[in-house]
């Protein structure tokens, strides 16, 4: 008997039979899938076959053409040096910290954050009357090559700007959904080796270059002794930041401890120079048609 | 349809060739048959901008970020894609000669320049300008950013490249526009340049080129209702025709259109003085205006994009801003729309009307070429650039000829077109025999 076919009066009864009927069924199912499980055991042909066949359709699978997914980026390699820091051209990035005007305790804590995190960076407190273009020329004469801007407001971290000194581009992150370390359960401590760094699905042109930002401006050769992993995963254009320590257990299973922080960026801008003309930027119609992604 | 795109990631012209309704960004859509970059030269060698000579097709006049001033030939060769059974011609490039001379750019006059200015990026001088001089297209002017004009000389066959003098004027600058609605009549040519707290300026440049000679200068506006000084930053300009009926006739007699980085549409009349007839705000909260175009009939529009009008009261522009939009203005102000409205993404670099007011080309910082109807604001073309492009001019605007589709679906076909079809078939003489033989004798059933 379906579930539709029920047609008792009696409320309780009613749903005494349902509860029976959802029993049954369920038992039905852990039952086939013992059975399939047994026979894939024996026969892992067919669980490939199974695989291959079903594969569910996901948001991402389906998403928008993107022409740009599959181009070869064009700028010659000079120009992603001149961009970009690269430890080809010997000149390992340093970095710039500071906050906003004004910044609350809460900013200052995730700059503590940062400066484990980025390599090679110096943190200076923000002071009021200096305008951003004094500050970038400071930056300039003093061999900076990036400048990072922790946005607080309302006593919450709420953005990151990051510009390449001295010529641009600047990019600014939306940042929400930060986890301190202390709060994930079973966190560990991280140490002092350089972590690798995992850049996850940046697949578009405007994608590459947010992942060539990441690549340039963490921490490059790293101590494979540490076994600490950065990860930027890039999900429906939400970067999601996690840092963890990997152990292999035997050779096919890994084991991992998050040293945290977790942090989730969106870019909401991408502008030409120190915050000169706009070269992308988020607008709210864009979230309209949901299987469309930028990155 | 083709294009040539000055891409500044690689220093290259990238030339792509498309039809009218071409949509590179959907799968199913038409896609560019032709996508090639040429005479790459890497980024530190960006082109900045060039002049294709009218008499002489092919030859170029090529401006390059490193102060190089190349004379390059373009050849078509044609090019047949057996796959898709078409025939296109495609560019070939032949450097011819340059000018390699350091002082043609100076980012030493940008240097002090730069510490009083409101850009926050380091200024780079770059060329602005290459007009040509005469109808032999063989005298050009050439202008930068750092205030620095070039005359430069090509033979008479159109094959070696020179600089005759450079004169210097107050810099930075943004924009040089030549005047050529008219000649003058002592053979001088008349130009007006603008730029970051510089007001624009008449200059005149003698007609052998010696001297250089500002005639007249604008005078700001009067300051604003909290009595603060309105700044001055005008980004383009372009002229209209003179007063056709002027007053003082002694008073020189120029009329010209400027937009500036505040969002404001300034329209002068040098008969009326120095400040300007209207200053109008366009944008609320004062956002960059970058660049002008009229739109008008082909006959109206000069080379250098001045207007052949008279009235000032009268007329139609597109303008770009410095986030996304390309707007289509009255004289007034008034709004009339928004070119490619949430398609773009990037900052408009450069947009150019061609025929007057038929196609309005548009490449930026998005990477993407638009090709927009100027009149009902319809994206006809966007073609991805694979880089950030800067200049842009159209060689061909007809479009490659495709073989004949053949339909897809012939059941749609209608019934009266399939019955035409099938009389003209059949022969007339065998149908009239088949029907004088007389109707055949039905079978009858078997019961």
């Avoid at chain 1, 000194?165 to 079973?186: A, H, M, N, W």
């Avoid at chain 1, 101590?223 to 600490?228: A, K, P, S």
């Avoid at chain 1, 991992?256 to 915050?275: A, D, S, V």
Wanted: hydrophobic residues 35%; positive net charge.
């Amino acid at each position: 008997m379906a579930a539709e076919e029920i047609r008792v009066g009696n409320k309780m009864k009613r749903q005494a039979l349902f509860a029976d009927l959802k029993d049954e069924k369920n038992k039905e199912r852990h039952k086939m899938r013992r059975t399939r499980a047994k026979e894939e055991r024996a026969n892992p042909e067919l669980r490939d076959k199974r695989l291959k066949e079903n594969v569910p359709q996901t948001i991402e699978s389906m998403r928008e053409y993107d022409e740009t997914i599959k181009e070869d980026v064009e700028e010659d390699e000079d120009d992603l040096m001149k961009s970009f820091n690269n430890m080809a051209n010997g000149k390992p990035p340093k970095i710039f910290l500071t906050t906003n005007v004004n910044a609350r305790k809460c900013a200052y804590e995730f700059a503590n954050v940062l400066i484990e995190i980025l390599p090679n960076v110096t943190f200076v407190k923000r002071k009021f009357g200096y305008k951003l273009k004094e500050i970038a020329d400071m930056c300039i004469k003093r061999d900076f090559t990036d400048m990072v801007i922790i946005n607080e407001d309302k006593k919450k971290v709420t953005g990151l700007t990051f510009m390449h000194l001295p010529d641009g581009p600047t990019f600014y992150f939306k940042l929400s959904s930060y986890v301190e370390i202390q709060k994930i359960r079973g966190h560990g401590k991280p140490t002092s080796h350089i972590p690798e760094l995992i850049l996850n699905n940046f697949q578009t042109r405007l994608g590459k270059t947010v992942g060539k930002l990441f690549q340039s401006i963490l921490p490059q050769n790293p101590d494979f002794e540490g076994r600490q992993v950065i990860t930027l995963h890039n999900q429906r254009d939400y970067i999601f930041f996690r840092r963890h320590r990997y152990i292999f257990k035997e050779t096919e299973r890994v084991g991992l401890q998050e040293l945290g922080p977790q942090f989730t960026l969106k870019l909401k801008r991408l502008q030409r120079g120190l915050r000169e003309e706009t070269e992308w930027e988020h607008k709210t119609e864009m979230d309209k048609d949901k299987k469309k992604f930028y990155l | 349809m083709r294009f040539l795109i000055g891409c500044p990631e690689n220093g290259s012209i990238k030339e792509i060739i498309c039809n009218i309704e071409t949509d590179s960004s959907k799968k199913d859509s038409i896609q560019p048959f032709h996508s090639e970059n040429s005479i790459s030269e890497g980024s530190n060698n960006k082109i900045d901008l060039w002049y294709s000579l009218k008499n002489d097709k092919g030859k170029m006049i090529i401006s390059r970020n490193n102060g190089v001033l190349q004379l390059v030939n373009r050849k078509d060769e044609l090019k047949e894609v057996e796959e898709k059974q078409i025939k296109y011609n495609v560019s070939q490039f032949e450097m011819l000669d340059f000018i390699n001379e350091d002082d043609l750019l100076s980012n030493k006059r940008l240097e002090p320049l730069f510490a009083k200015s409101k850009k926050r990026t380091k200024l780079l001088d770059a060329f602005i300008c290459i007009s040509p001089l005469n109808k032999e297209e063989t005298k050009y002017l050439i202008g930068t950013k750092s205030g620095l004009i070039h005359i430069v000389e090509l033979n008479d066959t159109f094959t070696k490249i020179s600089k005759t003098i450079s004169h210097e004027v107050r810099a930075p600058l943004e924009f040089i526009q030549l005047y050529d609605n008219e000649e003058s009549k002592d053979g001088d040519y008349i130009f007006a340049l603008g730029g970051e707290e510089n007001l624009v300026k008449l200059f005149k440049l003698s007609s052998d080129f010696q001297t250089v000679k500002q005639f007249w200068e604008a005078k700001n506006v009067k300051n604003d209702r909290l009595d603060m000084r309105v700044p001055v930053w005008p980004m383009a300009l372009k002229f209209l025709n003179p007063i056709a009926d002027a007053k003082e006739k002694d008073k020189i007699n120029y009329q010209f259109v400027t937009i500036t980085r505040f969002s404001h549409l300034g329209v002068y009349q040098t008969q009326h003085g120095k400040k300007p007839l209207h200053y109008i705000d366009i944008l609320p909260n004062r956002d960059p205006l970058t660049s002008l175009e009229f739109v008008a009939d082909a006959e109206l529009i000069t080379p250098s994009g001045n207007l052949k009008s008279s009235d000032i009261d009268n007329f139609t522009f597109i303008t770009t801003d410095t986030r996304k939009d390309v707007l289509k203005y009255t004289n007034k102000g008034r709004l009339l729309g928004k070119y490619g409205k949430s398609d773009i993404v990037g900052a408009v670099n450069y947009i150019k009307n061609i025929s007057g007011d038929k196609y309005l080309i548009e490449v930026g910082l998005d990477r993407y070429l638009r090709v927009f109807d100027i009149n009902s604001l319809k994206t006809l073309i966007k073609v991805y650039v694979g880089a950030k492009a800067h200049f842009v001019e159209l060689l061909d605007d007809e479009d490659v000829e495709l073989p004949q589709p053949i339909s897809k679906n012939p059941k749609k076909r209608s019934k009266q077109a399939i019955l035409e079809e099938a009389e003209k078939d059949e022969d007339p003489e065998a149908l009239w025999d088949e029907l004088e033989k007389g109707p055949k004798k039905a079978k009858k059933s078997k019961q």
